[in-house]
């Protein structure tokens, strides 16, 4: 090392040295998705640094997206995250089975449930219409990325719960009844996970996710279904394209 990185790195905290260095390992593939960050005990023998600053440094590393905790296990290195063109598709699902994305669905439970008031409102139905419930979990490589939880209005896919789940759902409307989706409207929002969400996420409870709802509509503007999200912050990157209009 030459006096001037010397001096350069006098001048860089150590909190932010870790960073630099646990960022640089995890991007040039030094460590690979799912493999063990050092413990705080480990960075902080390494870089001489309080096990405090350590763990600072490793939380900024999660902020980032770089890296995931699993309880006491400890943290590991996050998969590439998943980016949804939420101006371009209404069914991140359609790209479920793409081997390159190693993205998959599993189907946690579906019913039959009567719309409350305030499904009833997002939908345009009335109360107590039935109304068709399903849970998946997507599966970024093995992975759980995000849960789905959708709800569709039953008169109008008869016989819905009976088809293969693990797949868009989008997609088999379209087909299976002949009702594309035309637009949608999107809410994206933080938020703390439930016990269920995150048992299903593999994080503690009350650990901060990210929530997606859409109301996707039909040719005729009408909802015909309502979805709700819940990501790991980690994975989720959104996108969108923006038409500013004079």
Request: proline fraction near 4%.
């Amino acid at each position: 090392m030459n006096r001037t990185d010397s001096d350069e790195e006098k001048k860089t905290p150590a909190f932010q040295m870790v960073i630099d260095h646990l960022r640089e390992q995890i991007l040039s593939g030094g460590l690979a998705p799912h493999a063990s960050l050092p413990s705080e005990r480990a960075i902080g023998e390494q870089f001489g640094i309080s096990r405090m600053t350590a763990r600072r440094a490793l939380l900024a590393i999660e902020m980032e997206g770089l890296a995931y905790s699993s309880g006491r296990r400890g943290r590991f290195v996050s998969p590439q995250r998943l980016t949804y063109d939420i101006s371009r598709t209404v069914s991140l699902s359609a790209l479920a089975g793409k081997e390159e994305l190693g993205l998959t669905i599993k189907v946690v439970s579906q019913q039959t449930i009567e719309a409350d008031a305030a499904l009833s409102a997002k939908l345009a139905v009335a109360e107590g219409e039935a109304l068709y419930k399903y849970t998946r979990v997507f599966l970024l490589k093995d992975h759980p990325a995000f849960i789905e939880e959708e709800y569709a209005v039953a008169r109008l896919f008869p016989g819905l719960l009976d088809h293969n789940l693990q797949q868009s759902t989008t997609t088999l409307m379209e087909k299976e009844y002949d009702m594309p989706p035309h637009s949608g409207d999107i809410t994206i929002r933080m938020r703390a996970l439930n016990e269920d969400e995150a048992g299903l996420l593999g994080l503690p409870t009350y650990n901060a996710g990210i929530e997606l709802e859409q109301v996707i509509y039909g040719a005729n503007g009408k909802p015909f279904c309502f979805g709700r999200q819940i990501w790991r912050g980690e994975l989720a990157e959104f996108s969108a394209h923006a038409i500013v209009r004079g």
